[in-house]
């Protein structure tokens, strides 16, 4: 099994930034890719981005340019970086890992969640 640990949201003003980060435990070599997703009051989960083991990123319109994602192997963290924040991504942000080896194949983890609020 695997367990996801958010930290990092708080209140920031439009225009400020935030690093979220996504502390990984337990059988961690069975993660494959990872992501960001969130959800905003009255709104469907959507995905903000997403890092496959190798690397490779892929991010939401909206966020383009503003945030980036990365992710540490070695200490089996995942971040996400904000800035130019706007009112728009006041949210629940959730981590996300997706299992692809062994016992863990198919397996979709998920924490349980850090609260960023962007005030104008």
């Known amino acids: 099994q695997v367990q996801l640990v958010e930290s990092g949201g708080g209140l920031v003003q439009a225009g400020g930034s935030l690093r979220l980060s996504c502390a990984a435990s337990?059988?961690?070599?069975?993660?494959?890719?990872m992501g960001w997703y969130r959800q905003a009051p009255g709104k469907e989960r959507e995905l903000v981005a997403a890092?496959?083991?190798?690397?490779?990123?892929n991010y939401a319109d909206s966020v383009k340019g503003r945030i980036t994602i990365s992710r540490d192997n070695g200490k089996n963290t995942l971040y996400l970086q904000m800035n130019s924040l706007k009112p728009e991504d006041t949210a629940v942000y959730y981590c996300?890992?997706?299992?692809?080896?062994?016992?863990?194949?198919?397996?979709?983890?998920w924490g349980k969640g850090t609260l960023v609020t962007v005030s104008s």
């Open positions: 996300n890992a997706k299992g692809d080896y062994g016992p863990c194949d198919g397996m979709d983890y």
């Open positions: 337990g059988d961690t070599i069975c993660i494959s890719a």
């Open positions: 890092i496959t083991r190798g690397g490779y990123r």
